[in-house]
């Protein structure tokens, strides 16, 4: 994965949400899906690296399938067909107690399409900030047609919250040099948050400070007055054209199939049917 361009990254990532976004279809989603698998293990990530991502990601899934979709049945709305099979007609038992849920066949199946749409675009897009090199961002952007002003809008938006996490540790390593201490147990809640203070304030002050910082930067050099060249250079090779041209393939293969042949509305294979029925 670091052997190819980020522009190639970026397009490839895009036309993948494109691609997943234009259609219901399960099938298509399926294969959309395994190329996204695919895409996500060329990273090479371990799940030490990720977990925190993941784990945003997860709250995501939960609001909007197990909630949203499973519980209430609001996600499905306008794309699943009102009634259809419940999944316990009769009910069931819990605890000692009845239930009645009004899940539907379909509407379990549309979560298992919606699953399969999320992550895909999340296993797409969650490797960036974590193998691509952070001095890249702004000439990637600048490279990919965007202004030179929002291209560097953007990689110090990338860069903001490693950076934050950065001057937080240095932060917590020289107050603990002081004799400060963060895990004592000791003390109710508005104590415990007192004693956050010596690390808040300076790393706010610090952020609001480099901010300025930067700012002054650039308008001394004439930032935004003319366009800009990059220090980190970017270069294409035969493999990023390779995945420029499959991307555009496959975004239009996707197109085609939803919209010329009527395949972006969402169905129900008949399997799935059995695996409920008595």
């Given at each position: ?39 996500y ?5 371990t ?32 794309v ?50 974590y193998?691509?090199d ?12 965007l ?48 004693r956050i ?5 300076p ?6 400070v ?60 008949q ?8």
């Amino acid at each position: 994965m670091d052997h190819i361009d980020p522009r190639a990254r970026f397009i490839f990532s895009f036309a993948l949400l494109f691609s997943a976004t234009a259609t219901w279809n399960p099938n298509i989603l399926f294969v959309i899906f395994l190329i996204a698998i695919i895409w996500y293990s060329m990273g090479r990530l371990t799940w030490k690296e990720t977990k925190v991502g993941w784990f945003m990601i997860s709250i995501l899934l939960f609001t909007m399938i197990v909630v949203n979709t499973i519980i209430t049945g609001g996600g499905a709305g306008g794309v699943v067909p009102p009634g259809g099979q419940l999944v316990w007609p009769n009910g069931f038992e819990l605890f000692g107690k009845h239930f009645t849920f009004g899940l539907t066949v379909e509407r379990l199946w549309f979560a298992v399409s919606q699953l399969m749409r999320i992550l895909s675009i999340s296993l797409a897009f969650i490797m960036i900030p974590y193998t691509m090199d952070s001095r890249a961002y702004g000439a990637t952007f600048s490279k990919l047609g965007l202004p030179d002003g929002l291209a560097y809008t953007m990689e110090l938006s990338f860069r903001f919250i490693p950076t934050l996490a950065r001057n937080f540790q240095v932060t917590l390593d020289a107050q603990r040099a002081r004799g400060f201490e963060l895990d004592g147990r000791k003390g109710n809640i508005l104590h415990k948050i007192r004693r956050i203070a010596p690390l808040l304030i300076p790393v706010t002050m610090n952020a609001i400070v480099s901010s300025e910082d930067i700012a002054n930067a650039m308008d001394l050099r004439g930032f935004g007055q003319s366009k800009r060249t990059w220090l980190h250079e970017l270069i294409f090779h035969w493999w990023d054209w390779v995945l420029i041209v499959f991307s555009v393939i496959m975004l239009a293969t996707v197109l085609v199939l939803a919209f010329r042949f009527n395949m972006r509305l969402f169905s129900v294979p008949q399997w799935w049917y059995g695996l409920f029925s008595k």
